[in-house]
C-alpha cells in the first residue's frame, strides 16, 4: 500500500462523513418541519444508524462495487455523459480538471509537492496527534477510577464502581463488560445514588456508552472534519434527551426532584478537574460546542417540562424503518461518489476530447511560431 493509496483513503473518509451528516441534517430538518422535533429516541437511532453506516462503509463498498449496479450509479459519469451530450458549456481539459481534482489533491497531499499539501498533511497530523494524547489521558483518568475504586456491585456484564477520583457519576465499557462509576462523596445521599444509577444503565440499554466509545476511537481520524462533530454533537444530545424521557417514564422519580439533582450535579462537573470526558457518558452530559453545558441542561430541563405537560410515545418500528432508509441512502451516495474501478465510456470519450483540444492547441501554437 503506497502513501497515495492511504491519503486517498484518508480523503474518502472525509467525504463519506460530510456527506453523513449533510444527510442527517436533511433528515433533522425534515422532522424539525413536520412537527416530530421531540421524537428523540427515533432521531437517535437514526443517527446511530448513519453512524453505523459509515463505519461500515469499508467492508461494504467492495461489496456493492462488485455489482453492475454501481457503474450506473456513479456520479462523475453522469456528469461527463451531461458534457458529452452538450449540457455543460466548459472545455473539455476544464471537465477534465474537475474530473481529476479529487485525484490530483490526493497526489498533492501524498507526495507534499507544494505549500499547500504540506501545510495539510502538517495540520492534520498535529490535530490527530493532540486528539490521541487528550485520548490516552482520559482512558488513564478512567483507569485510574476503576483500579483505585471500589466495586459495590458486579453482575454478568456490568460493574458498580465507587471512586474518589471522580465528582460526577458517568458510565464507560471495556471489550465485554460496562462499568457505572459513582463518586464516594454522593455515597451519603441514597436518593441521589438511586437517580444516577437509573439514568446511567438507562444510557447502556441505549447502546450509548457503546457509541460514545466508537465516536471516541474514530476522533482522531475525524477530529478537523465539521460533520464529525455535527454528528456527534447530535447524536449525544438526542442520547440525554432520550435518557431523561426514558428514565422519568419509569416513574423512578418525580421531573421536578431529576431536574433539581441535575442541576445540583452539574455545580460539582463545573469545579471538576480530572474528571474524565472522552470515553464515557457523565450524568450532567457533553457540553454543546461554542455553547457550552449549561445549554445543554437548559434543553434538558426544558423538553423534561414540555413532556410532563404533553406526554409523547414513540413507535419503535418508524425509527427502524427511518435507520434503514437513511443506511441505504448513505450507501447509495457512497457507490455515486466513489472512484469507479474502470475507464467508463464516457472518460473514455472525455479523455479522446482533451487529447483533441491539446493536438489543437499545439497546431494552433506552431502555426503562429510560423
Not at 110 to 127: N, T, Y
Not at 291 to 311: F, H, T, W, Y
Request: positive net charge; proline residues 3%; charged residues 20%.
Amino acid at each position: 500500500m503506497t502513501a497515495h493509496d492511504i491519503v486517498g483513503g484518508v480523503v474518502w473518509g472525509q467525504i463519506m462523513v460530510l456527506m453523513a451528516a449533510l444527510v442527517f441534517a436533511v433528515f433533522e430538518l425534515c422532522y424539525a418541519l413536520t412537527g416530530a422535533r421531540r421524537y428523540f429516541q427515533t432521531r437517535r437511532r437514526v443517527g446511530q444508524s448513519v453512524c453505523a453506516s459509515v463505519l461500515l462503509l469499508p467492508l461494504i463498498m467492495p461489496v456493492v462495487m462488485a455489482t453492475p449496479y454501481a457503474e450506473t450509479m456513479n456520479a462523475t459519469d453522469a456528469v461527463v455523459s451531461q458534457y458529452l451530450k452538450g449540457n455543460i458549456s466548459i472545455s473539455a481539459m476544464e471537465m477534465n480538471r474537475i474530473v481529476e481534482f479529487r485525484s490530483s489533491w490526493v497526489s498533492d497531499i501524498a507526495s507534499g509537492a507544494s505549500f499547500m499539501g504540506q501545510a495539510i498533511l502538517i495540520a492534520f497530523l498535529m490535530a490527530a496527534a493532540g486528539r490521541a494524547v487528550y485520548l490516552l489521558v482520559n482512558f488513564l483518568r478512567i483507569r485510574r477510577s476503576l483500579k483505585g475504586g471500589r466495586v459495590i456491585r458486579s453482575t454478568k456484564g456490568l460493574s458498580v464502581v465507587v471512586s474518589r477520583d471522580i465528582s460526577v457519576p458517568f458510565s464507560t465499557r471495556g471489550l465485554f463488560r460496562h462499568y457505572v462509576v459513582l463518586p464516594q462523596a454522593m455515597m451519603a445521599d441514597r436518593s441521589a445514588i438511586s437517580m444516577a444509577l437509573g439514568h446511567e444503565l438507562q444510557h447502556i440499554r441505549q447502546g450509548d456508552v457503546t457509541a460514545e466509545v466508537l465516536i471516541a476511537l474514530a476522533s482522531p481520524l475525524y477530529v478537523l472534519n465539521p460533520g464529525y462533530w455535527y454528528l456527534s454533537s447530535r447524536i449525544r444530545k438526542l442520547g440525554e434527551l432520550a435518557c431523561d424521557r426514558a428514565y422519568l417514564a419509569r416513574n423512578l422519580q418525580d421531573a421536578h426532584s431529576y431536574s433539581l439533582r441535575l442541576l445540583n450535579t452539574a455545580r460539582f462537573a463545573a469545579k471538576a478537574k480530572r474528571q474524565p470526558s472522552a470515553f464515557g457518558v457523565a450524568l450532567t452530559g457533553r457540553s454543546l460546542p461554542w455553547r457550552g453545558r449549561r445549554s445543554m441542561l437548559k434543553s434538558r430541563i426544558l423538553e423534561i417540562a414540555k413532556d410532563v405537560d404533553q406526554p409523547l410515545e414513540e413507535t419503535r418500528w418508524v425509527g427502524f424503518a427511518l435507520s434503514v432508509a437513511l443506511s441505504i441512502a448513505i450507501v447509495g451516495a457512497a457507490t455515486s461518489l466513489s472512484k469507479p474501478g474502470d475507464w467508463s465510456h464516457e472518460r473514455i470519450m472525455l479523455s479522446t476530447v482533451v487529447n483533441l483540444e491539446r493536438i489543437d492547441q499545439l497546431n494552433s501554437l506552431a502555426q503562429r511560431s510560423w
